[in-house]
């Protein structure tokens, strides 16, 4: 079965790159040029050369064509990419390869899916994954989330690759929320260490950021086990003690007080305002989230986010 990627970024590439070592995979992206004639992404993913299989394209309708498109796009402008080519989008399996909450509407990508495109058959993959790895034949686990379990059955198999295990779920919504708010959780973590305050104070932020996630995940009607698996832990896990992620790398940058490329995307940042607004509504209680809102907005600094935390009511865990 084809399979298209749209999106040229690090992860959009890695993805295709690992299809396309075992099937015929189409990449689309704007700006294609040195990577045709290279036959590599030299901007993102250097010395990760591209199987022969994997073709390159411009034109999104001939890469729209196949039956299976990964929308590996920033998840604030996943909405708009739909909006624009939903008439090539219509009755296709479409699985979002991105991670976050939308900020105008407070809702994740199968949602957007859902909402632009009702036709298509919405999906998400997600899990603990560095698109290096991805790119270089590591071998990572991943999770595929879809409402329809024979749909996701057969986009398990022809998603799967010698270095890509998928495990699948109907659970969409905690699919989401895990992948969305652990990039909130590893700003965090990364906030605190580069402001100098310690391991234990970044194994704490984990802890409690990850009950965060599940309070949230739970009042939003996601299965309490979907947090647990690699989409919720596993992810939380690699992105708050890696520097290869980029949310962990803006919250260094956070607590260090240097500066941070405003060109890299950071879905957190956007993703913690979201979710702090979508917690005031609802009424609940995350206050890691708002203090990673609040350091991004430049309402508080490390030292008095970390006091407001340290100086919360006791209670039991």
């Not at 999104?60 to 990419?81: E, F, H, T």
Request: glycine share 10%; proline share 4%.
């Amino acid at each position: 079965m084809n399979i298209s990627v749209i999106g040229a970024g690090a992860f959009g590439t890695a993805l295709a790159i690992s299809l396309g070592r075992e099937a015929a995979v189409t990449l689309w992206g704007r700006d294609i040029g040195d990577m045709a004639e290279r036959r590599e992404n030299t901007r993102h993913l250097p010395n990760c050369p591209f199987p022969p299989k994997l073709a390159i394209t411009d034109n999104i309708s001939n890469a729209a064509a196949a039956p299976i498109l990964l929308l590996a796009v920033p998840m604030q402008k996943l909405r708009d990419v739909l909006n624009t080519h939903a008439g090539l989008f219509v009755g296709k399996h479409l699985v979002a390869c991105c991670k976050g909450i939308e900020l105008s509407s407070g809702i994740g990508p199968v949602s957007v899916i859902r909402a632009v495109i009702p036709d298509a058959d919405a999906a998400i993959l997600t899990g603990p994954s560095f698109a290096a790895d991805i790119a270089r034949g590591l071998p990572t686990a991943l999770t595929l989330a879809c409402a329809n379990d024979s749909v996701c059955a057969k986009l398990q198999q022809s998603l799967t690759t010698a270095n890509l295990r998928l495990y699948r779920t109907g659970d969409t919504t905690g699919a989401e929320l895990g992948g969305a708010l652990k990039n909130v959780i590893a700003i965090a973590c990364g906030a605190a260490m580069g402001a100098g305050l310690g391991e234990s104070a970044r194994a704490a932020l984990m802890t409690r950021g990850y009950a965060e996630m599940q309070r949230l995940a739970a009042h939003l009607g996601a299965h309490p086990a979907t947090l647990s698996g690699l989409s919720g832990f596993g992810d939380l896990t690699l992105t708050c003690t890696s520097t290869q992620s980029r949310n962990y790398r803006l919250g260094l940058s956070l607590g260090a007080g240097t500066q941070f490329d405003p060109a890299t995307t950071v879905e957190g940042a956007a993703t913690a305002k979201a979710v702090h607004q979508l917690a005031a509504k609802a009424g609940l209680d995350l206050p890691i989230t708002s203090a990673v809102s609040d350091l991004i907005d430049n309402r508080l600094d490390v030292q008095r986010a970390m006091e407001s935390l340290l100086n919360r009511p006791l209670k039991e865990e």
